[in-house]
T-cell receptor, first 113, second 114 residues
Framework: DSGVTQTPKHLITATGQRVTLRCSPR?????VYWYQQSLDQGLQFLIQ???????AKGNILERFSAQQFPDLHSELNLSSLELGDSALYFC????????????FGSGTRLTVV | DAKTTQPPSMDCAEGRAANLPCNHS???????VYWYRQIHSQGPQYIIH???NNETNEMASLIITEDRKSSTLILPHATLRDTAVYYC???????????????FGKGTLLTVNP
């Protein structure tokens, strides 16, 4: 157990639907990062939150949004789902300062049918 | 962040040392070298990082050349469970002092053979 909890582990949904992925960071970590990993794209950075505020944005589609709540858990919302959104979605967290590594969760496997 | 170049794949015999190279010739003075690995479909796992000195922990050793343009991750006694994709990442720190995103490349698929 890495300390980063992602739910659900698996999700199957239909095109056009909306889903929410949840991430609880490791205790004490203020930064949360979301990554998408599809077969042909590798690990793609989506977005970072730090203590509730958006800090960095990557290749995140407009149909996707995220937020970090006061208790520091984060949610990634994916809407108007397309077949191509099928992927593994990873959340990672890190400490506020210092240069230690990120801790990744075990991911949510999203399948859009 | 500086770009890195890694071989797409490598093989290693079980019990032998695995030496994974990484080229980062455009690295700047305040950028660190990080190594992560990802075992099939699991979340990436942090291994080690360094700035200019060689580093060692319970998992691996990191050797950074004096000019910092390349580095080598060493797994001293590879096991079958070390079969994974290994990512070399160069990362700086943004001006605000908070942590900065990691950019993953394609990495090296290390296959440890019995």
């Amino acid at each position: 157990d890495s300390g980063v909890t992602q739910t659900p582990k698996h999700l199957i949904t239909a095109t056009g639907q909306r889903v929410t992925l949840r991430c609880s960071p490791r205790s004490g970590d203020l930064s949360v990062y979301w990554y998408q990993q599809s077969l042909d794209q590798g690990l793609q950075f989506l977005i970072q939150y730090y203590n509730g505020e958006e800090r960095a944005k990557g290749n995140i589609l407009e149909r996707f949004s995220a937020q970090q709540f006061p208790d520091l858990h984060s949610e990634l919302n994916l809407s108007s789902l397309e077949l191509g959104d099928s992927a593994l979605y990873f959340c990672a967290s890190s400490v506020v300062t210092g240069f230690g590594g990120y801790t990744f969760g075990s991911g949510t496997r999203l399948t859009v049918v | 962040d500086a770009k890195t170049t890694q071989p797409p794949s490598m093989d290693c015999a079980e019990g032998r040392a695995a030496n994974l190279p990484c080229n980062h010739s455009t690295i700047s003075g305040n950028e660190y070298v990080y190594w992560y690995r990802q075992i099939h479909s699991q979340g990436p796992q942090y291994i080690i990082h360094g700035l200019k000195n060689n580093e060692t922990n319970e998992m691996a050793s990191l050797i950074i050349t004096e000019d910092r343009k390349s580095s080598t991750l060493i797994l001293p006694h590879a096991t079958l469970r070390d079969t994974a994709v290994y990512y070399c990442i160069v990362r700086g720190l943004n001006s605000g002092g908070s942590n900065y995103k990691l950019t993953f490349g394609k990495g090296t698929l290390l296959t440890v053979n019995p």
